[in-house]
């Protein structure tokens, strides 16, 4: 029988303090990680080449990629040396959970692409109903940003990881919210940089979330 998974609430103020420890993690094997964000990156333009269905394939497979940086996550916080193979981690490991949530994604990720294609050509009632659409997708993806570690770490199905990851991210939303805003401006100082830094954002903004799922749900990864 499946242990009972708590939730716990956080401190407003953890929201800042899961993205220090996170860059604090980076700078103990912090050429794997950027190899790991370069190699994700080279992926997203490949599969930009195939336009909108490259696009919606990429988002819809986003949880095995994320379930990568997760995985090498729990691998350096244990102290274990991580390679940039580990990007893959998630597809070699944990395929079948994770490819139940990418197909719950497809659909979404196909609205997203069509928002994303006719919201700067839209008009009137459409255009302020695509921004609102698009608005609803973005809150949505934030209520489940605990669905790949629950998936993977916690060894739950979807539909109980999808309803423990709106409930934590709801009763966490001072420091989630904190942590957004955080990432948000840091992803626009990174233009100041070409883009470069972008590739130390990344892995820091999967640390943290790791950070995060192991503190809100209170258990180390089995």
């Given at each position: 029988m499946?242990a ?14 899961w993205?220090?420890?996170g ?20 992926i997203?333009?490949g599969?930009s ?6 696009q ?21 916080s ?15 490991l ?19 692409e069509?928002i ?42 979807f ?11 709801l ?17 626009l100082?990174t ?11 990344l892995?820091v ?18």
């Amino acid at each position: 029988m499946q242990a009972e998974i708590h939730i716990h609430t956080a401190a407003p103020s953890r929201g800042w303090g899961w993205i220090a420890d996170g860059f604090q993690l980076f700078r103990q094997q912090k050429w794997p990680w950027v190899g790991m964000s370069l190699l994700y990156v080279l992926i997203w333009v490949g599969m930009s080449m195939l336009q909108s269905f490259g696009q919606v394939l990429l988002s819809s497979s986003m949880p095995l990629f994320v379930a990568g940086f997760l995985l090498a996550a729990q691998k350096r916080s244990l102290d274990q040396s991580i390679s940039v193979a580990d990007l893959f981690l998630g597809w070699r490991l944990h395929f079948r959970p994770l490819a139940g949530y990418c197909l719950f994604l497809l659909p979404i990720s196909i609205v997203s692409e069509y928002i994303a294609q006719n919201l700067l050509q839209s008009h009137g009632v459409q255009h302020t109903l695509l921004i609102a659409a698009e608005i609803a997708l973005l809150l949505f993806g934030l209520l489940c940003s605990f669905i790949p570690a629950l998936l993977i770490f916690n060894g739950v199905r979807f539909w109980q990881a999808l309803s423990l990851s709106v409930r934590a991210v709801l009763r966490n939303w001072q420091p989630m919210l904190l942590s957004l805003f955080a990432f948000v401006l840091l992803g626009l100082l990174t233009l100041l940089t070409l883009g470069l830094a972008f590739l130390v954002l990344l892995p820091v903004m999967y640390l943290a979330l790791f950070l995060s799922w192991r503190e809100i749900f209170g258990t180390e990864a089995a």
